[in-house]
């Protein structure tokens, strides 16, 4: 047991009955905690810094509980205060993975690239118009892509994909079962770092890098493809002709439109990237041991195009832009990007069987089951993961705790762990410390790639 930990978690406690006696226990007990909570996340960020030669950032959120006009009662007797907001940083912008030259210090509210968390934007958008009317999750996606494509090009989606295309549906791209293949494999990245510069567009992306088959009958397995992200943004950009009159073309949709008017002033640094290396958008450099999909050395990725996949993975953000909008999301009483009925759709994890005797659902519609990373899987936990080019990152809501936590890294590591890691150790020492216990010790494992477990002893 890490005794100093314990004596000053002890020390806390003390301090706040102390506090409470003296002052009332709101005021000072809120700022006492956030005070831990903000030491907890530092030296948890200056722990992997060191381990893993990286900048990162994280944030701590839970949003105002009283603009729903109450507080749910899963929420009493918990104790982390309303309108909390907590970012810190570690290590420098400019290094990572022993590549690089240190001299910029990370901030708190850098702009990182965080790859397929622009999922997360793009699935809740197409949700929006399932909420309008204008589209149903059992349309067929032809529907409502074909129109763009003739306009543009004068083809269709059966031209590249046969008729078998016919049989997916919107649905299907939401839940990850289309049965279509990822375009991010070694053709596109072989071409990507050699045009490092170059912007490709959803058109291309389909015509050249998808192949023109299905894999499997849609519905019929499940399984992660963000080729499935770039078609619904096509969805996307084809329904806002019908309101905006401008000419049909896929890069007049504005990605941040998917944010209500009346909060989007509060995201300042979310932006959404069509063009441009990410040394044009961020001074957070990439870099990268290697590419899961694709033979890449060692590198800093920082001049090679921040487009990542259009509307499947080009989100540039602050951790704290990235927290609130995932509250924002999420939040179980009163969300406010899509409706309750919505998130019920999106944290909706059944799914098929990859094969017989494999339970695990891992997708719902633009979101992760991440329950295994900060346990047994007996506290729910939900949002997505970003795996691109140099930046690894994760953002996760805690439902029964209601409140958000958020990581993102200038490295990416073969094995994807740091994020998870990060939220396998914050989690259990914040939920000890709003419990009233001493921190426990926490180790995260991952046996190949990505999806580990989170093992704590107290």
Known sequence: MDYSRSIRGLWLVSVLVLMCLVQGCSGATADVQLDNFRSILQRIVNDLQGQYNMSVAAALYRGDTRRSGHESSIYKNKAMPPNTSIAVAAGYTDAGLDMGHASREALPDDVYVWGSITKMYTGPAVLQLVE???????????????????????SRLIDHFGTNISRVQIHHLLHMTSGLEDFDGEDYAQYQFSHRHYDFSPIEI????????????????????????????????????GTSGSNYSWSTYHQKDVIPAALREAFKTTDFVNHGPCEEH????????????AVIPPQDVWN????????????????????????????????????????????????????????????????????????????????????????????????????VLTVATNVETNTQKQPAQFTCLAFNEILAALEGKNA???????????IGTCNCTY
């Open 132 to 154: 309008k009317g204008l589209v149903d999750l059992n349309d067929p996606i032809s529907m409502h892509i074909d129109p763009l494509l003739e306009h543009i090009n004068g």
């Open 206 to 241: 389909i015509g050249k890098y998808v192949p023109g088959r299905l894999r499997y009958s849609p519905g019929s397995r499940q399984s992660y493809c963000s080729t499935n992200y770039v078609l619904l943004g096509l969805v996307l950009a084809n329904h806002i002709h």
């Open 282 to 293: 961020t001074p957070v450099h990439g870099f990268t041991a290697g590419y899961t999909t």
């Open 304 to 403: 090679v195009s921040c487009a990542g996949g259009w509307t499947a993975g080009n989100f540039l953000g602050s951790v704290g832009d990235v927290a609130q909008y995932t509250y924002d999301l999420y939040n179980v009483d009163n969300p406010m990007i899509v409706s309750k009925a919505s998130v019920a759709h999106m944290i909706n994890f059944t799914a098929p069987e990859y094969s017989p005797g494999h339970s695990f659902k891992f997708y719902g519609m633009g979101t992760f089951n991440l329950d295994w990373s900060v346990g047994d899987g007996s506290i729910a936990a939900y949002g997505h993961v970003g795996d691109t080019y140099g930046y690894q990152s994760q953002t996760t809501y805690f439902p029964s705790h209601d409140f």
């Open 440 to 450: 426990p010790t926490c180790e995260f494992i991952v046996p190949h790639h990505f």
